[in-house]
Every structure is written in C-alpha cells, then in structure tokens.
C-alpha cells in the first residue's frame, strides 16, 4: 500500500508538471517549425496547447526581422489557429485539420543597402551547400494540412534605400481565402508571399524573386494548379528546371575538364569556379537587389 501511495504521488507530480509545462513546451515546438520554415525568429504572447479539444490557439504572434533591418516586425500576426490530430503527432507525422492564419499586416522593408527584408526567407528542407555536390535539397518535413484559412489584412512597404526617413506606402488588402489539401509544408511561404505581393504596384516597387525562392524549396507533391495558384504552378516548374539545368551544366563542365590532357588541372580549377559561380548566381537570386 505504501508503495502504491508512493506511485500515485509521483504520477500526480508527473501530471501536474505536464499540465504546467505544455503549453510551453507547444510554444518552442511552434516557433521550431517557423523557424524551420522561414529561418527567421518567432515572438508570441501566449500559446494553449488543448489536449481534450486537440486544439492549438496562440495569441499576439510576431515574426520578426532580420538583422540589419530597423523596424523590429516583419509579420504581425493576432491569432493562430490549428485544429490537430493527436495521434498524428503522436506518430511524428503531423496531421492539421485546419490552419487559420490571421496576418493582420506584413512589413516589407527595403533597407539602406538595397536589400529586402524578404530576401531572408528561408525554406524547410533548403538548399545545402556541400564538398561533393555543388548544392542539393533537404526534405521537408512532413506534415499534412487539409484547410489553409489564410487571411491578409494589409502590407506596409517601407523604403530605407534613399537615405533619411523611409518613404512609407500602404497597401489594403483584406484577403481571406482558403485552400486545401497541402502536403508539404514549403507550400506556405510561396502562397503567403505570393498573395502579400498580388496588388500590382506593390509587386512592381518590391521586385521579389518569388521563383528565385522556390528554387531553393523540395515542393514535392506540391499542386499549386489544384489550389487555384496557377501563376505558382509555373514558377514551381521553373525553378526546378532552371536548378536542374544550372546543376547539369556544372557537371559537365566538370567532367569535360577532367577527361582533357595538357592543361587538365587548370581547366578543373576554372570549371569548378564557373560551377560554383552558377549555382551561386541562381540561389542567390533569394537575395538580389530590387
């Protein structure tokens, strides 16, 4: 009996610590996945992680900027919203029901030096430079969303680049949309970008190489046509084909160096560099001055 008492104490211990550690332990999981997915940091003012309702709500989100940036915010986010499947998580493989993302605004920043704020997007499952290969993709990791509700209020373009206060344009968008059966989770960052950026003359000042982003992504499985996307669809493909081509280049340059006589060593040399300068050139289009 004494022992049993012993056990139902330390089980009790165990539950309460649980019941006041979840949440917190949710939060870090959520701000992982992020930044997973964008490689930027995530800052939220609560997180309820609901077990018996298989329900995630969290409040007062922010992603915030880079380095080098002035204005603390790039996304500002009131609520998030995700309906789960316990035992998916249970299992490691993700299974939302539904995502509501509610961004009430977007900065976008053009700093002093040219550069964008967006240019530090970053996809789960990017590319890698190694040793062996001149660039190669990661897989994503895997998670399944039926409903994306996806809202944008509106975006604010904030241009450094001219020196002094920045000139300040804001755009109204009140987009409220929602798309279906996702499969990979780098579908979001084109679908958010992409609708942040659909009015006209805010694509036009920001000049955001949306493919020079997916290049870099593993969107397999990816349908953006299913979704109603598209202009997305046809980015996807060639941005795979322009990194396919950039890499297949490469490699023959390579092995023609490799396979010649005489100056064998100096035309490897020059061939890496070109190799290297390409490949470069394609996946730091993520990054190129508007």
Do not use: C, W
């Not at 939060?27 to 309820?48: E, H, N």
């Not at 373009?157 to 002094?164: H, M, R, V, W």
């Not at 060593?265 to 508007?290: N, R």
């Amino acid at each position: 009996m004494k022992k049993l008492g012993v056990l139902l104490v330390a089980a009790a211990a165990l539950f309460l610590a649980f019941a006041v550690l979840k949440n917190s332990i949710a939060q870090s999981a959520v701000q992982g996945v992020v930044k997973k997915m964008t490689g930027l940091k995530l800052g939220m003012r609560s997180l309820d992680l609901q077990l018996r309702n298989t329900r995630i709500l969290a409040k007062g989100i922010q992603l915030k900027n880079p380095a080098g940036f002035t204005d603390p915010v790039m996304v500002d986010m009131p609520t998030l919203d995700v309906d789960y499947e316990l035992g998916s998580i249970l299992k490691g493989a993700p299974h939302l029901e539904t995502v509501e993302l509610d961004l009430a605004q977007i900065v976008i920043i053009k700093n002093r030096d040219g550069k964008l704020n967006l240019d530090a997007l970053k996809p789960a499952g990017g590319t890698k430079q190694t040793t062996e290969k001149p660039a190669q993709q990661t897989k994503a990791p895997q998670i399944r969303i039926d409903l994306l509700h996806l809202k944008i209020g509106k975006v604010v373009y904030k241009d450094y680049s001219n020196g002094g206060s920045p000139s300040v344009q804001e755009f109204d968008l009140r987009i409220d949309e929602q798309y279906r059966n996702i499969t990979n989770i780098n579908a979001i960052v084109p679908i958010i970008v992409s609708k942040a950026l659909s009015n006209a003359v805010l694509g036009r000042l920001v000049n955001f190489d949306i493919k020079g982003l997916m290049s870099q992504m593993d969107l397999g499985g990816v349908n953006f046509g299913s979704m109603g996307l598209g202009s997305l669809s046809n980015l996807s493909s060639q941005a795979a084909q322009q990194a396919q081509g950039v890499l297949s280049g490469a490699q023959k340059m390579l092995q023609g160096a490799a396979s010649g006589s005489g100056n064998a060593s100096k035309d490897l040399t020059k061939a890496a560099d070109e190799a290297v300068k390409g490949v470069s050139d394609l996946f730091g289009s993520l990054t190129k001055k508007s």
